[in-house]
């Protein structure tokens, strides 16, 4: 199945938001990432669902929302309303996470977990099927520009085989230092979107950047 690419607007000109977004609807990219930190569960504050919903008033593509939040549970329905099309959560900040799930589900998006670089996959062995999308973070959330934590591949490739064996339609995302360079390799193991912040807003040619990482492997990947 062809691959992804999701730009994260974090990485975006917040000067030139509307720009930027306008980038994002003439390019390839399918989605938009849109990541929100609270300054708790990450070291950093993002922005709130007042900016989402001028987002997605610009936006032409899913919104695909990343919540570094803690209490997720309490602003589910509100991302929604703002216009998220998939809530992701993270696992570390859900303890009743197949409840959560539920309830993101209920709301009629679609509903993701993200996994800490240091979160093994196997934490969701008894959730899977309820979960449309991982986001396997490959950076420590809370900023942008990060270097890629190379073992992650290794996580991918495990929960891609568990996806297959299991028959399952669940989605691989890839977080955080992802660009030209690594975009083949993380496809290899199993991703299926990829998130890239820096490595296209902070190019010469964001629109060329998108394009060539979503050719990427279209002569030598089987997906
Ligand atoms: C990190 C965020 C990422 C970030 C990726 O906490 O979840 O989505 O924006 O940025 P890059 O691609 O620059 O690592
Ligand atoms: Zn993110």
Known sequence: MKHLIAPSILAADFGNLAKDIEMVNQSRADYLHVDIMDGRFVPNISFGMDIVKVMNKHCEKPLDVHLMIVEPEKYIEAFREAGAEIITVHYEACPHLHRTLQQIKATGAKAGVALNPHTPVSVLDDVLENVDLVCIMSVNPGFGGQKFIYRTLHKVE?????????????????????????????????????????????????LDTISRMKDIGKDTLMV
């Open 158 to 206: 495990k929960l891609y085989e568990q996806i297959i064996t299991r028959n399952l339609s669940t989605v691989i995302e890839i977080d955080g230092g992802v660009g030209l360079q690594n975009a083949e390799s993380l496809l290899k193991a199993g991703a299926r979107v990829l998130v890239a912040g820096s490595s296209v807003f902070k190019s010469e040619n964001p």
